[in-house]
């Protein structure tokens, strides 16, 4: 009998999981800038090279199949993906189109990085395939794209940071600034564990650098809530 995995891990792919910083050498060569990751406080491209959005998605085009492939994965991804991915499923949801699925694919094999499925949209609006799949959390690394999600379905959802998602969000997306902050088991992480006994209380401990952040008592409270409510509901039916 295959057992349910316990939760439904739902994870963005390029600057997620993939070095946020990918395109900046392609970039950079093609344009004759000289751009570094702490330049791009904006996730649209455009604002730092100084070119249009034609232009831009032109670029991508020709570039992509090649920068996906050769993509350096995030620091620390993997150790974290390969424990998880023992109780958990791996689903990954990203914008990239379908005609890239091969290549999305051969590169997490060659990565040695674990997946369940991975859902190519190919727009920015992920609601739809987070809903079908029912995702209990998720991983991403584009500020509305974390907040629209964390609004629409209450659940937690861990955003990567990184120079262009400095902006505000709500009580339940939690900013890391490293995979290691995600580790299950770890004191300097966090860990989702989930009890049949307790009819599926969610337990979630985040510390940093073995101190609760200070929004680590709001963001429990929010997500024990959250999840309260899912499970109250699912067993009442
Ligand atoms: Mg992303």
Same mark, same amino acid.
């Given at each position: 009998m295959t057992?349910?995995?316990?939760?439904r891990f739902g994870l963005d792919i390029d600057g997620t999981v993939t070095?946020?910083?990918t395109f900046l050498p392609y970039l950079n060569e093609q344009f004759q800038k000289t751009l570094t990751l702490e330049d791009i406080t904006d996730y649209d491209l455009t604002?730092?090279? %100084?070119?249009?959005s034609e232009e831009f998605w032109k670029w991508m085009e020709q570039h992509e199949q090649t920068i996906y492939k050769q993509a350096k994965k995030a620091d620390g991804v993997d150790q974290v993906l390969e424990e998880w991915k023992q109780e958990h499923e791996l689903i990954y949801i990203t914008a990239r189109a379908s005609h890239l699925e091969e290549i999305t694919k051969n590169w997490f094999e060659q990565q040695n990085l674990p997946f369940h499925h991975i859902e190519l949209v190919g727009k920015h609006d992920k609601i739809e395939a987070i809903r079908t799949h029912e995702i209990d959390i998720f991983f991403e690394d584009k500020h509305d794209n974390a907040v629209a999600i964390a609004e629409t379905f209450a659940i937690p959802v861990i955003l990567m940071d990184t120079p262009y998602n400095r902006?505000?969000?709500?009580a339940n997306v939690v900013r890391i600034n490293h995979w290691t902050e995600a580790r299950p %088991?770890?004191?300097?992480?966090?860990n989702v564990r989930a009890s049949k006994e307790k009819g599926f209380h969610?337990?979630?401990y985040f510390l940093k650098n073995g101190k609760r952040p200070e929004c680590f008592r709001s963001f429990l409270r929010v997500v024990n809530a959250f999840w309260d409510e899912k499970c109250n509901n699912r067993f009442r039916r």
């Open positions: 057992m349910r995995k316990q939760k070095d946020p910083a604002k730092s090279l %100084g070119i249009t902006l505000p969000t709500p %088991g770890s004191m300097n992480g966090l969610f337990q979630l």
